[in-house]
Structure formats: structure tokens, C-alpha cells
């Protein structure tokens, strides 16, 4: 009889349900629905028109105008900041921000990471501590600074800055990587008879690209997603596409919630498709099978 | 081809504080086209060396010469020589073949045409068998299949030196014991100076035209497979080669005799030892010199009861209680013996090593085939 057990018999792996599982899966249930809701609300936001915008009704007539009115002629004569233009430059403060971290912070990194001196502790720390002190803290020096040597609205000058936020971020993650890394791999290459640059570039560099990918990532998040460096230290030629957001809540004029939302979602894009697009480096693994266990 | 000469080599790791002495003052001498081997326990100190030849650590103070040349300051990639490490290091984002060409293409082991690295590549992966795995990735091999890509890379090209940092020690028994046997075989190994480093005292013994046993940074005895084997230096070297271990008894030089244990049953002194009458002395009897004569006394030899008789394929390890004292022994099992009977033993005076009384590890008492070279140096 079906009937013989009144409990059915599991199959291997499978559990019964328990009050603790169900509650917290609907806690996770929750706070996923929690930390969605500003999300969905923006753009919710960036579909209603001029009237509906500051309505909290769910009812409304969606329209994807506010899209066009950000990227059109019209938004900058409402601004005076041409969005497009600071979504370029964006693009080219981030992007170069990136590259010079990169540049310099894979050598050194794979010098913190290979090489134990005096004071290199130290060193790692020091570079950490950029992060520490909030940007504020800086900033106004920064200013002054940058207005006496010529740099202030500048893209060199927003990449030279945005190199502070992206450099450590790239040292600290690509230096665990290196750490990593098997050193007997670049001692079989010096012996192969390459020179401790091309031991660098041929064994040791390949194998930390998900690591390269992972800190590229993060770092351009990281620049493109800052505020006061850009507003501060840079006006209508260097501007971020951060800044140019916000003057759609127009200063002291009218505040035009609905384009300003537009704006983000335009904005938020680009770290996006960028995150995509090298998923699939970002997964770790290339290093099994080179030495044992 | 070149001769290894290594002075007084000192390394240490960590800070001042809690230093390791990884390598305390080796020095030794290797002839040209040697096959020395050094053999010690993990933590001994025999990376260390191999790397310090290979350049690829920077040693403390001593001096490295290969071929005559002093080498202490020169980079790795000028000192041609070759290495299979412990870990294999092959390049996981290369191909076999891209791994054996390696070497051969980076213009520093010599010019090399497309044509020749495919004949040279060809030849090693046909004497080493691994011919059908020119493009598998280093992931997609096994263990022994790792070591023999780890070889060929060795092999591929020429080099001065031939450093092997255990290269077996990763694959089973019996692929071991093949492997052994196929190293012995290559003619390049026959031709080439070769640093070997082992924990294997049979691949050492098998191997090796000489054998240094290395203990915490120090060689503790150089010398060939025949003297270590006969004439160990010290209670470290008799103990570190052969299985089952060495038996080391506490004893007293009586006339003639060593009374052994609770002094109920003795040896003979070996013509050479150097030792007198009234001396306490410690005693070394390998399990294979060990003869059971029978199962009833005459008079002579050595008396007990065996508590446990195991085989072991070919040969039988007993365990021999002699009025408190163990004894292992290994017999053929012809004998015939079985766990509770009676056994008689005898051994041959040369078989017996008396090493100075005291705890820890301590000196033969006779004669040691030191080398004249460890001699100079020290």
C-alpha cells in the first residue's frame, strides 16, 4: 500500500522542509525585493511624463521621450551640459584612468607580490590608505593645486585624479593574484633561458588575466561611479557624465525627476555592458594543472 | 658537461629573529658527467642547493663554480643549465609541445630552425613515450605523464647541468620503479653532469655514481652507494637507507664481543672499529644481514622468540624478542619460522656498525669513506 508510511522516503540529497529554510528563504525573498525597489522605481521614474513624475502611483502612461529629451539638443539648452558629450568624456577619464592604473599597477603588483623587502609592507599599506580618507578631505588642496598648474578641467587632469581611486584597487587585487601564482613557473622559464622581463610577460602575465579582468572591472566601476573629483575639479570640458546627472534636478530651477532618471539608467549602461562582456574572464581557473596540488 | 664545484654554501630564510638554516656550509665536488644524488628528509635543505646552482635563489655567502667558472653572481639564464622541478612547472597555457620547445626557442641554449626543434622535440618525446601527447594541455595529463613532460623539457636541449628535484617522487610504486629504470637508461643522463634530489634511499642507492645524505643544511656523508651502504657515518645515514630500518642496540665492548641488551646475547667487533674493551657503544644491525640459522641453539649466536612474523612479498619482516630487546629481521622465509618459536641468528662480523654511545644521532667508531674534498673544505 502507497499508504504503509505516512512519511515518504527521500531521495539522496533531498530534505524535508523546515520552519528555518522557509523563513529564510522568505527573508532573502525580502530583502531582494527591498534592495530592487529603488531600482524599479527609477525606472518607473524615467517612463512617466512631465505631470505624472511626482506622483507615487503605479498607474500611469509610460513614454520613452525623457531617453530622447536627454540625449537631444533640448536637454542641454535645459541644462547648458550636452549629456552625450559627458558621457564621452566619461568614457575617456575612465577608460584612461584604467589603462594607467594598468600599466603601472601589474608591474607593480607582481613586484609587491613576488618580492619581500624592507618597508614593501609598509609600501602596500600606504597606497591602501589613498582610500581611507574621504575625498573631501583633499579636495580642496586638490583645487588650488590643480588651478596653479593648469589642470583643472582637464582630461588629463580627471585621468591623473581617478588614478588615485583605481591604482590601489588594481595593486592590492593583481598582487594576491601574483602571490598565487607558483614562482616555480617563472624559475622553469629563467631557465629556459628567458630573461626575468620575458619570464614576466610569458608565464607569470597570462595566467593572471581573470585577475586583470576582475581589477579592470572594479576599477573602472569605481572611477566611473565618482562624484567629487569631477564636480570639483572639472567644469563643462572635463565633466563626468556623474555630474551631468544632476543637472537635471536643476539648480534652484525646476527639478525634472523623470530625465534625471532617464539619465542614470543612460548612465549606468556602459559599466554594465562592460561587465558582461568580460564575464567570462572573470572566472578563476587557469592555473590548475600546472603543479601539483 | 661541466664539473659543480659548490663552496661553502649558507642560506637562510625568514627574519634574524627565528631564521631557518636551510643550507649551513655545503660543499662538495662533482666530477664531469657525474650522476650525484642527494639524499635527506624533507626540510634537509636539497632544493635549496639544487637552486642555488640553478641561480634561482640568492645565497647567502659560499661560491657556486660549474665548469670551472665562478657563477655565484651570474643570472639563471646564463648558466645553462636545466631543471625539473618538484611541481613540474610546465606552462598550463602551452601545449606539450609548446612546452618542450620552450627552452629550444628562447635563443639562449643555442639557434634552433623550426625544422630542428621538431627533431629535437621528436626524439625526446619518442624516448620518453610521450609522443601522442604533443597537444594535450598540462591540465589534461596524469601525474606521470607531467613528469615525463617535466623530463623532456630537461632533456630537450643541451645543458652543462641536469638538475632533478625528485623527480619520481610523485608517482606510484611500480611506475617509480620503471621510471628508475628508464632514467638510468637515457644516454644524455650517462653523458651529462646531473644533480639528483631524493628522499628515496632506493633511487639514491640505484642511481647514483655517488650519494650525498644531507640532514638540516649539512652533508653529513659523501661518498659512493657501496660505502654509504657499508659505512655509514653516523646513525642518521644508517638509518635513513634501507627499509625496514636499521636496528640500533645500546651495547658494551666486551673481549671480542659487543654485549647487547640486558647483555644476555652479543656480536662480534668488527675488525675495524675503534673501540675498546669497557666502552659503551651503540650497535647497528641491518634487518637483511641478519641470517636465521635454525630454530634450536648450539652454543652460538643469537637467541630469541619470535612475537611476529609479516610478509612482505619476496621476504619475511620478524620481529624477534630477545630477552626484552627487538630485533628486526628479514628472512627468506625458507626458514620456515612462525610467530612464539625459537630462532637462532648470526651475523657476519663486517655487518656489524658500532656508532658511539649517547642519544641523537652519533658517529661510526672506524673508519668512514669520507670524501677528501668535504675534508678540504671543512
Known amino acids: ?293 | 658537461m661541466a664539473t659543480v664545484t659548490i663552496s661553502d654554501l649558507h642560506k637562510a630564510f625568514g627574519k634574524t629573529s627565528n631564521k631557518i638554516r636551510a643550507v649551513d656550509g655545503v660543499s662538495v665536488d662533482i666530477a664531469n658527467g657525474e650522476f650525484f644524488v642527494i639524499l635527506g628528509p624533507s626540510g634537509a635543505g636539497k632544493t635549496t642547493t639544487l637552486k642555488s646552482v640553478a641561480g634561482l635563489i640568492d645565497i647567502d655567502a659560499g661560491t657556486v663554480n660549474i665548469g670551472g667558472i665562478d657563477v655565484t653572481n651570474v643570472e639563471p639564464y646564463h648558466r645553462n643549465v636545466a631543471m625539473a622541478f618538484e611541481s613540474y612547472a610546465l606552462y598550463p597555457q602551452k601545449t606539450v609541445s609548446e612546452n618542450l620547445a620552450s627552452p629550444l626557442k628562447s635563443g639562449r641554449t643555442g639557434k634552433y630552425s623550426e625544422s630542428e626543434q621538431k627533431q629535437r622535440i621528436d626524439q625526446v618525446t619518442t624516448t620518453l613515450g610521450i609522443n601522442q601527447l604533443l597537444n594535450r594541455f598540462p591540465r589534461e595529463l596524469s601525474n606521470g605523464q607531467r613528469q615525463r613532460v617535466a623530463l623532456g623539457r630537461v632533456l630537450v636541449r643541451p645543458a652543462d647541468i641536469y638538475l632533478l628535484d625528485e623527480p619520481l617522487s610523485h608517482l606510484d610504486a611500480k611506475l617509480r620503479a620503471a621510471m628508475r629504470a628508464e632514467l638510468k637508461q637515457l644516454g644524455a643522463m650517462s653523458d651529462t653532469t646531473t644533480l639528483y634530489v631524493t628522499h628515496d634511499y632506493q633511487e639514491a642507492l640505484a642511481l647514483g655514481d655517488r650519494i650525498a645524505v644531507m640532514r638540516e643544511g649539512r652533508l653529513v656523508q659523501i661518498g659512493t652507494p657501496q660505502e654509504i651502504w657499508r659505512r655509514p657515518a653516523d646513525t642518521f645515514v644508517a638509518r635513513a637507507l634501507g627499509q625496514p630500518e636499521i636496528n640500533i642496540l645500546d651495547g658494551v665492548v666486551d673481549d671480542g664481543r659487543i654485549r647487547l641488551g640486558d647483555g644476555s646475547f652479543d656480536v662480534p667487533v668488527p675488525a675495524d672499529a675503534r673501540c675498546s674493551r669497557g666502552d659503551r657503544v651503540r650497535v647497528g644491525l641491518r634487518p637483511c644481514d641478519i641470517h636465521v640459522v635454525g630454530k634450536h641453539s648450539n652454543g652460538s649466536g643469537m637467541q630469541g622468540r619470535v612475537v611476529l612474523a609479516e610478509r612482505l612479498g619476496r621476504n619475511i619482516e620478524l620481529t624477534v624478542d630477545l630477552s626484552g630487546s627487538q630485533l628486526i629481521v628479514l628472512t627468506s622465509g625458507r626458514e620456515g619460522v612462525a610467530e612464539g618459536e625459537h630462532v637462532v641468528m648470526t651475523i657476519a662480523d663486517s655487518d656489524v656498525h658500532v656508532f658511539g654511545a649517547g642519544e641523537g644521532d652519533t658517529p661510526r667508531l672506524g673508519p668512514v669513506a669520507r670524501e677528501s674534498t668535504l675534508e678540504a673544505a671543512q
Open chain 1, 1 to 293: 500500500m502507497a499508504l504503509k508510511s505516512s512519511k515518504r522516503e527521500l531521495l539522496p540529497g533531498q530534505k524535508r522542509l523546515s520552519i528555518g529554510s522557509v523563513a529564510a528563504d522568505a527573508g532573502l525573498l525580502f530583502w531582494f525585493l527591498f534592495s530592487l525597489f529603488p531600482i524599479a522605481w527609477m525606472v518607473l521614474l524615467a517612463l512617466k511624463n512631465a505631470e505624472q513624475q511626482t506622483t507615487t502611483y503605479f498607474q500611469f502612461s509610460p513614454t520613452w521621450s525623457n531617453f530622447a529629451t536627454v540625449l537631444s539638443d533640448k536637454g542641454t539648452e535645459m541644462t547648458s551640459v550636452d549629456f552625450k558629450a559627458s558621457l564621452l568624456t566619461s568614457l575617456i577619464n575612465c577608460g584612461g584612468a584604467v589603462i594607467v592604473s594598468l600599466v603601472i599597477g601589474i608591474p607593480a603588483a607582481y613586484a609587491a607580490g613576488r618580492w619581500q623587502y624592507r618597508g614593501s609592507n609598509d609600501l602596500m599599506f600606504q597606497m591602501l590608505s589613498f582610500r581611507f580618507a574621504p575625498e573631501l578631505m583633499v579636495i580642496v588642496p586638490l583645487f588650488v593645486i590643480y588651478n596653479q598648474i593648469g589642470l583643472f578641467d582637464t582630461k588629463v587632469g580627471m585621468i591623473w585624479v581617478l588614478q588615485l581611486v583605481t591604482m590601489p584597487l588594481v595593486v592590492w587585487i593583481l598582487r594576491s593574484y601574483f602571490q598565487d601564482l607558483p614562482e616555480d613557473l617563472e624559475q622553469a622559464a629563467l631557465l629556459d633561458g628567458y630573461t626575468r622581463r620575458r619570464a614576466f610577460l610569458m608565464v607569470a602575465l597570462p595566467m593572471v588575466r581573470p585577475g586583470i579582468a576582475a581589477a579592470a572591472l572594479l576599477a573602472f566601476i569605481f572611477a566611473w561611479n565618482n562624484y567629487v573629483f569631477p564636480l570639483i575639479l572639472a567644469d563643462t570640458n572635463a565633466g563626468t557624465v556623474t555630474v551631468a546627472i544632476t543637472k537635471f534636478l536643476g539648480g534652484g530651477g525646476q527639478a525634472y525627476y523623470n530625465l534625471t532618471a532617464a539619465a542614470a539608467i543612460i548612465a549606468a549602461l556602459p559599466p554594465l555592458i562592460l561587465a558582461l562582456t568580460i564575464q567570462r574572464y572573470l572566472v578563476r581557473g587557469l592555473s590548475f594543472g600546472a603543479v601539483k596540488a
